[in-house]
């Protein structure tokens, strides 16, 4: 069973910095993409950065130019370099995987979830 276990949360102040890591575990045939979602109280679930095997990036527009998403194949690790961080950016933060079980079957895997805090 794959797992994905995240780290990295917690209080920030404004203007401050935080780096969230996803570290995958299982048996993972293939990676199409990783991902980070973030879900603020009273919201719905919203993408923040997407990264592909292919190493393609995409940012919400609320976070381009401070946030960076990066991965490290060997490590199964996705990390989510935060900067310049606002107070609309508190939230639960969610990683992603999206990729193949085996040569059969697809794989879409989420965290639990880390909260992100960022307040004076």
């Known amino acids: 069973q794959v797992q994905l276990v995240e780290s990295g949360g917690g209080l920030v102040q404004p203007g401050g910095s935080l780096r969230l890591s996803c570290a995958a575990s299982?048996?993972?045939?293939?990676?199409?993409?990783w991902g980070w979602y973030r879900q603020a109280p009273g919201k719905e679930r919203e993408l923040v950065a997407v990264?592909?095997?292919?190493?393609?990036?995409n940012y919400a527009d609320s976070v381009k130019g401070r946030f960076t998403i990066s991965r490290d194949n060997a490590k199964n690790t996705e990390y989510l370099q935060m900067n310049s961080l606002k107070p609309e950016d508190t939230a639960v933060y969610y990683c992603?995987?999206?990729?193949?079980?085996?040569?059969?079957?697809?794989?879409?895997?989420w965290g639990q979830g880390t909260l992100v805090t960022v307040s004076s």
């Open positions: 299982g048996s993972i045939f293939s990676i199409t993409a």
């Open positions: 990264i592909t095997s292919g190493d393609s990036t």
């Open positions: 992603n995987l999206v990729g193949r079980r085996d040569k059969f079957r697809d794989l879409e895997v």
